[in-house]
């Protein structure tokens, strides 16, 4: 669904959840073709058993690329992504969990080089099926103002 938010129109301590996406084998071997990630705490069972969550575990980079591409149901045509901060990898997702993901905005700052935009800092929890936070990056939006706020 398509909208046009300003950055007026974004107010610090707003939160949304998206929809939750379950994490299947696929999802983890083709990330690993993708990316050229193929370490074997992704792919090896064996391996895995014998390591500290006694399993295979999802990539990170893979948790991020599926959580933040949760959030785009909602796509505001006035704003872009302008980059990503504080990427950390706090528990591991398994073959099974369902991720989701909750957004809540941290800052609004006018853009010094160009008034006529802001960014927005929305702070992204990709939670497991237990609510548990997994993964936590931080969303910069480059975002249009309100013409008549120029």
Same mark, same amino acid.
């Given at each position: #669904? +398509? ?11 707003? *939160? ?8 299947? %084998?696929?999802?983890?071997?083709? /990330?690993?073709? @993708?990316?050229?990630?193929?370490? =074997? @705490? /992704?792919? $090896?069972?064996?391996? +895995?058993? !014998?390591? =500290?969550?006694? &399993?295979?575990?999802? /990539?990170?980079? #893979? ?8 959030? +785009? ?11 990503? $901060? !504080? *990427? ?8 099974? $969990?369902?991720?989701?993901?909750? *957004?809540?905005?941290?800052? !609004? ?6 008034? &006529? &935009? ?6 992204? %929890? ?11 990056? $931080?969303?910069?939006? #480059? *975002? ?7």
């Amino acid at each position: #669904m +398509a909208e046009k938010t300003y950055f007026e129109g974004y107010e610090i301590g707003a *939160v949304r959840e998206t929809g939750g996406r379950t994490i299947t %084998e696929t999802d983890i071997v083709v /990330h690993a073709g @993708h990316t050229g990630d193929f370490f =074997p @705490h /992704h792919l $090896d069972e064996e391996f +895995a058993r !014998k390591g =500290p969550f006694g &399993r295979r575990i999802a /990539h990170g980079t #893979m948790l991020v690329a599926i959580g933040i591409g949760l959030t +785009a149901g909602r796509v505001n045509e006035a704003a872009f992504a302008y980059g990503y $901060d !504080k *990427v950390r990898f706090i528990r591991p997702v398994f073959i099974g $969990d369902t991720i989701r993901t909750r *957004v809540t905005v941290l800052e !609004k700052v006018i853009d010094a080089k160009n008034p &006529r &935009r802001g960014r927005v800092t929305e702070r992204c %929890e990709i939670l497991n099926q237990r609510s548990e936070i997994v993964v936590l990056v $931080d969303q910069i939006l #480059m *975002v249009e103002r309100r013409p008549d706020a120029q």
